[in-house]
């Protein structure tokens, strides 16, 4: 390498008698220096290109700190001060390539830069190769559409459970953008459903072009989110707060099993036998409601069985459901049969399911 003193003593005097196009001749000497041997160089070595480097562009046009940032930004062990200058240096010419490309820029400055500068320093980290949940989170929070849409296509992004539910809520009326987002393959199942909810039928029709890997999942996606809209606003036309608060009631007091649940449907009382369903199943109050309006008895079945109960309560809700209509001795007979045959572990089985799948469609809020 060469001579550390020599350089130094160039660089004093480029920086104290030299004009503009002199230091900006040195910087290009040195940064040729430091580029070539930058695989031998020690600690020592990088501290002392650093403290030249910061240097040299502190009085030098935005074309040669350019030319720099260039340089520099795939050497893996450039100079880490004038690495942090260049990347939040306010012109983008100067930026872009250290914010697209320098492995020496960590997740921490990489927040702090996408917190503070314009929405070009945005969009140039969005086109960076890998960006963790940390940088995906300013970047869909901060930045404009241009930064959003850049980031939701970059396969290397990373996303949090924050990050996906602002990306969801940017989707809505954007078709672009919604099939972007749409298309990436790990979006975890609860917000792809949240997602579609909000998607237009162009858009989930193109998803399904575009991915006839996923077109399957995606219908059945569509299919879940069809059943949970209609079940809420099947549910709307029933009020299950008196039902669900004298049920409570008498879970709390020891007095709900199946008495109380026959006696409920054999007075024509819905909203009470759903309830009481719901506290013995465990299950959310709709899916218990989806049960019970099915014209298959099949679901209903299956949930009085889970719960334990007996075939006198199971006919009971079969006549409830029919209401004025009423049940054939023959639909009774044959239900009956199913009832007996069905296994109750076999019941739970699939009411654990039912509750697993409306957990992750629909999960709680923190």
């Known amino acids: 390498m060469v001579s550390s003193d020599i350089i130094i003593s160039e660089l004093e005097d480029a920086l104290s008698h030299?004009?503009?196009?002199?230091?900006?001749?040195?910087?290009?000497?040195?940064?040729?220096?430091?580029?070539?041997?930058?695989?031998?160089?020690?600690?020592?070595?990088?501290?002392?290109?650093?403290?030249?480097?910061?240097?040299?562009?502190?009085?030098?046009?935005?074309?040669?700190?350019?030319?720099?940032?260039?340089?520099?930004?795939?050497?893996?062990?450039?100079?880490?001060?004038?690495?942090?200058?260049?990347?939040?240096?306010?012109?983008?010419?100067?930026?872009?390539?250290?914010?697209?490309?320098?492995?020496?820029?960590?997740?921490?400055?990489?927040?702090?830069?996408?917190?503070?500068?314009?929405?070009?320093?945005?969009?140039?980290?969005?086109?960076?190769?890998?960006?963790?949940?940390?940088?995906?989170?300013?970047?869909?929070?901060?930045?404009?559409?241009?930064?959003?849409?850049?980031?939701?296509?970059?396969?290397?992004?990373?996303?949090s459970e924050v990050g996906y539910v602002r990306l969801i809520k940017r989707s809505e009326g954007d078709d672009e953008f919604a099939v972007s987002f749409g298309s990436r393959p790990e979006i975890p199942r609860h917000h792809f459903i949240k997602f579609l909810t909000k998607a237009s039928h162009s858009v989930r029709l193109k998803l399904e072009s575009e991915n006839p890997q996923y077109a399957a999942e995606i219908r059945q996606a569509v299919a879940d989110v069809a059943t949970a809209m209609q079940t809420k606003a099947a549910a709307a036309s029933h009020d299950y707060h008196a039902a669900c608060a004298l049920v409570e009631s008498m879970q709390a007091s020891g007095r709900l099993g199946e008495g109380e649940v026959e006696a409920f449907a054999r007075a024509g009382k819905f909203e009470e036998t759903a309830a009481a369903l719901a506290v013995l199943c465990n299950l959310p109050i709709d899916i218990i409601e989806r049960a019970m309006m099915q014209e298959d008895p099949g679901a209903g079945l299956i949930i009085v069985k889970a719960a334990g109960l007996s075939w006198l309560a199971a006919r009971a809700l079969l006549l409830l459901r029919a209401g004025a209509r009423g049940v054939s001795p023959q639909a009774l007979d044959e239900a009956m049969v199913s009832f007996t045959r069905l296994k109750r572990e076999t019941a739970q089985r699939v009411v654990e399911f039912q509750r697993k799948r409306q957990q992750a469609a629909f999960p709680a809020g923190p």
């Open 18 to 159: 030299g004009s503009v196009e002199r230091r900006a001749k040195t910087l290009r000497r040195v940064t040729d220096l430091f580029v070539f041997s930058s695989g031998h160089c020690s600690e020592d070595h990088i501290d002392l290109f650093d403290s030249i480097f910061s240097r040299l562009i502190a009085d030098i046009e935005t074309s040669a700190r350019a030319i720099l940032a260039d340089r520099l930004a795939t050497v893996p062990n450039a100079p880490p001060t004038v690495i942090r200058k260049l990347a939040f240096d306010d012109s983008i010419e100067v930026a872009q390539s250290i914010l697209k490309k320098s492995d020496a820029l960590d997740n921490a400055t990489l927040v702090e830069n996408a917190s503070t500068k314009s929405q070009q320093h945005l969009l140039a980290i969005s086109q960076r190769k890998s960006l963790a949940e940390t940088v995906t989170d300013v970047l869909v929070e901060r930045g404009n559409r241009e930064v959003a849409l850049s980031t939701v296509r970059n396969m290397g992004a990373k996303f």
